[in-house]
């Protein structure tokens, strides 16, 4: 026990000797959640910039613009009277759209000619495009129903049956889990995970990989031969530290106030079978290449791609089936999938029982490969002793 515990002593110099891997380990989830959190603060997109070309010039046009005016999500940013060359403004501007207001708006208006207010979306940006879209929408099926009010109660109809005669069914949207449709409640939680898998891969690639680059393996082949007896001290650290940080990246739920049930055992079952499956893959590949700028590098390929592949922004449904099979054994797949089970819907650990079986699965593998190939390259590295210890000994005779 005495050596296993100088052993771990050892490696935490080992690894609070690497300033690289403490910038990573230490400094990114914290550096990366303050950008984030602060990033998606505000909540959702407002003022978003649009122009108007008011070919019309009549009081109807007036209140189309003055609706728009007072939509928080639009900024009228320009108001026209011919197009001009609006293309050419788009790369500076960036207008979000573009509404054309025609000639005779009011007139065709009144004698019933149905006239048509052109809408150009700059779909550039899908977000802003969205967003865009919804508060016009919203702007002119209001003024589209006002203005048809109007004309029923101008024919001699009371107010009540105008509205009554135009509105034949009300429509009531009730908006469940984040029902503000606020963005750091979606977004924030998702990358936090996804920075603290790419951080728990990053820094396990390093431990052995680092002890096969310095010949510290050997030393430690000294101490003993089971591979299970190496794991354990190089995992003790970890297992140790990586609380801290899942600690601190959590207390940026509450400061950033997003409304998400995170503190419970559900939760924490989650957090630690993704710390567990992250730690198996990372020190896998620090066996299987002793190579600490390989072993990061092809780590980064698995992560990089990790937060898109998993689901949470686009739904795996729409993926094709092959590359749906592969985000299926990327633990932040998982683990993402039963966050929002747990968070938003309030499930238990029954409702995450699919996510917990292939999470262990995904462990089992990458444990039971990392145990075999380590007791490999003891078992070789032995031998490799014992072919040169002979010969000198022979000589000594």
């Known amino acids: 026990m005495n050596d296993f515990i100088r052993l771990v002593r050892v490696e935490f110099s080992r690894i609070f000797s690497n300033n690289v891997l403490l910038a990573i380990f230490i400094g990114a989830p914290i550096f990366y959640g303050i950008i984030f959190g602060y990033v998606y603060q505000q909540g959702k997109v407002v003022d978003l910039p649009i122009v108007i070309v008011d070919q019309d010039r009549s009081p109807t046009s007036d209140k189309i613009i003055d609706a728009f005016s007072d939509n928080e999500v639009l900024y009228v940013s320009d108001i026209r009277y011919s197009p001009g060359n ?3 403004d788009m790369p500076v501007k960036e207008y979000a759209a ?3 207001v025609p000639s005779n708006f009011e007139a065709d208006i009144f004698q019933k000619r149905h006239p048509e207010i052109r809408v150009d979306l700059n779909m550039a ?7 865009a879209s919804k508060g016009i929408q919203s702007v002119l099926m209001t003024l589209n129903a006002g203005i048809e009010i109007e004309g029923l109660k101008k024919s001699g109809i009371p107010a009540v049956k105008a509205a009554a005669t135009y ?3 009300k429509i009531n949207f009730n908006k469940l889990y984040n029902s503000s449709g606020n963005y750091v409640t979606f977004m924030l939680p998702g990358m936090l995970a ?6 728990i891969f990053l820094a396990m690639a390093l431990v052995f990989a680092r002890d096969f680059e310095d010949n510290y393996f050997g030393s430690l082949v000294q101490e003993s031969k089971l ?3 190496h794991i354990a001290v190089k995992a003790t650290p970890f297992f140790i ?3 801290i940080m899942w600690g601190i990246v959590s207390s940026f739920i509450p400061y950033f106030k997003i409304e998400a049930d995170v503190f419970n055992f559900p939760m924490l079952l989650l957090v630690f079978l993704l710390t567990l499956a992250s730690m198996c893959i990372g020190m896998l590949f620090s066996l299987a290449i002793p190579s600490q700028l390989k072993a990061t590098e092809l780590l980064m390929v698995i992560s990089t791609p990790a937060f898109v592949l998993s689901g949470f922004t686009w739904p795996t449904s729409a993926f094709p089936s092959a590359i749906a099979n592969v985000a299926q054994f990327i633990p932040l797949t998982q683990f993402l999938s039963g966050f929002r089970k747990i968070a938003f819907y309030g499930g238990n650990v029954a409702s995450i029982m699919p996510e917990i079986n ?3 699965l995904i462990i089992a593998i990458t444990f039971i490969a990392m145990v075999t190939l380590l007791q490999f390259k003891i078992n070789k590295h032995t031998k490799k002793l014992q072919v040169v210890e002979e010969p000198i000994e022979e000589q000594q005779r």
């Open 227 to 229: 591979s299970l007896y």
């Open 86 to 88: 609006i293309l050419a």
């Open 241 to 243: 530290m990586i609380p």
């Open 358 to 360: 292939k999470l262990l």
């Open 167 to 169: 509105e034949s069914f």
């Open 194 to 199: 996804a920075i603290m898998q790419q951080i």
């Open 125 to 131: 940006n899908i977000v802003n495009a969205n967003t």
């Open 98 to 100: 573009v509404i054309t």
